[in-house]
Each structure stands twice: as C-alpha cells, then as structure tokens.
Nanobody, 127 residues
C-alpha cells in the first residue's frame, strides 16, 4: 500500500523553526517529485515548495523563498521541509504529495495532479 506519512509540526513562536517530515511507504521517493502544500483556515490550498524526481532542482512560492528549504534523504525514503523565520501567516495545515516523473521542479508543479497525498500536519505560529 502506497502511503506518505507526515510528522513534525506543532506550535511555534514567530521567528522560530520547525521541520516537517514526509516518509514514503510502499514506494521509493527518489522516483517521484515531492510537493509541499498548505491550507490556512478559510483559504484555498497553495503550493509551498517542490523537489524534482531527477535533478534535485527545487522551487518555492515567493511567500516562503529564503525561509523554507526542501530536501530529500534517499536512505530514509523521506523528504523534509525545514521552515525558519516562521511568521503567523505561515499558520496552516501542511501536506506533502508525490508525483511520478517530474524531472525538473518549478512552481507549475503545484498545479499538477498528484499521485499520493499525506494526511496533513498542523503548523501554528503564534506568540
């Protein structure tokens, strides 16, 4: 059974950091591009970051560029989203998603139909 298991998240003060994890079960993440998305209360889901399946290229939404970093650990079959300098407007449920065969990352990947989704994890940024 193909699954993406998310962990991390929680409550953090503005300016703080969190790391989200997205571990694949039943398939190998190195063959897939990974996207991180978020949905804030009352808002539509938006793409945050993506990592390609082939050349390890990355892409970020303007709102998180310079603060968030996506990475992959092939040995652990896990993708991470390191979030630094968090702001209250980063508060949302964060989802990871996988799509096969995207050799180069771009923000257009956020509009692709993903093959698999994680269940989401809440990130709350508040003092």
């Amino acid at each position: 059974q193909l699954q993406l298991v998310q962990s991390g998240g929680g409550l953090v003060q503005p300016g703080g950091s969190l790391r989200l994890s997205c571990a694949a079960s039943g398939f190998t993440l190195t063959s897939y591009a990974i996207g991180w998305f978020r949905q804030a209360p009352g808002k539509e889901r938006e793409g945050v970051s993506c990592l390609s399946s082939s050349d390890n290229s990355t892409a970020y939404a303007d709102s998180v560029k310079g603060r968030f970093t996506i990475s992959r650990d092939g040995a652990k079959n896990t993708v991470y989203l390191q979030m630094d300098s968090l702001k209250p407007e980063d508060t949302a449920v964060y989802y990871c998603a996988a799509i096969e065969g995207v050799p180069r990352a771009s923000i257009h990947v956020f509009n692709y139909t993903m093959d698999q989704w994680g269940r989401g994890t809440l990130v709350a940024v508040s003092s």
